[in-house]
């Protein structure tokens, strides 16, 4: 369920910048149900009705379902006459007086996730420009998934362990890897659940039975210490967040100031003492 309801907020985004960036009247869309071959019709702009609320529409049938089937982008530009297309959804098409329409598939990891309409209330060919502009938007939703699902595999795996002994120290370093994984996660979420439920995890993992003090770093300065800690140089931890290694520097040496720490081995121990670190 937490999965649907961060895909409908990344549908929901995509087919507002749809209809900025193409000028298109209507866009809706919505994800494919979990366990089951249809797509449910939630998230909806530039409607008068709500004709298309909550429709399921099954693969292979109608437009949309054309389009999970084949998993690539279709188009009609008389949606009611098509002979391109089954029609067990004329009824509410024609209530919300849609004629030209193109449904580009959501596919993360080659599985439909979900679908983007695009729509004219009038009968004429949607050009390239416009399926560019939608096969664009759900790249982008497929992208934020692939993020998400991510996320979601490291916050199921990603355990401290109660103790540590000498045979397990392998296991603990993959734990702090995923601590550092999840906070540069983090701020590429969108759906503010999912972010705050990452924040989270991070806060499970690096819990200490009894912190010695309490440091406040900034996010970026725990991220950076973050990688550090998991044994990356500077380099790497500038491509892994996205950062210039000079700023990532500025970071380093501002948590170092802050934990009274003079090497990096000494800010991470410092870190890990007063439960900022796992």
Known sequence: MAAEVAGA???????????????????????VEAGRTQVRISELTGTTTAALRSLAVTSGNGLGGKA???ARPCAVTDYSVSRQISHEYDIPVAAE???????????????????LYG?????????????????AAARDVEQALVVQDEARGLLAVARPEPTVVPEQ??????????HAALRALAPR???PE???ELVAACGLLTAAPAPVAETALSPRELDVLAWVAAGATNAAVAERLGLRPET???????AMRKLGAHTRGEAVSAARRTGLLP
Request: hydrophobic share 50%; charged share 25%; net charge positive.
């Open 9 to 31: 907020v990344e549908i929901r985004g995509a087919l507002s910048r749809l209809r900025r960036t193409t000028g298109l009247p209507i866009a809706f869309g919505g994800i």
């Open 68 to 70: 999970v089937a084949l």
């Open 97 to 115: 007086g849609i004629r030209s329409v193109l449904a580009v598939p959501v596919v993360v990891r080659r599985r439909v996730r979900g679908v």
């Open 119 to 135: 729509a004219l209330r009038s009968a004429q060919p949607l050009g390239d420009r416009t399926l560019g502009a939608a096969v």
């Open 169 to 178: 120290q392998a296991a603990w370093e993959q734990v702090r890897e995923a």
């Open 189 to 191: 979420i969108s759906d």
């Open 194 to 196: 999912l972010r705050a």
């Open 248 to 254: 990532v520097k500025g970071y380093l040496r501002s």
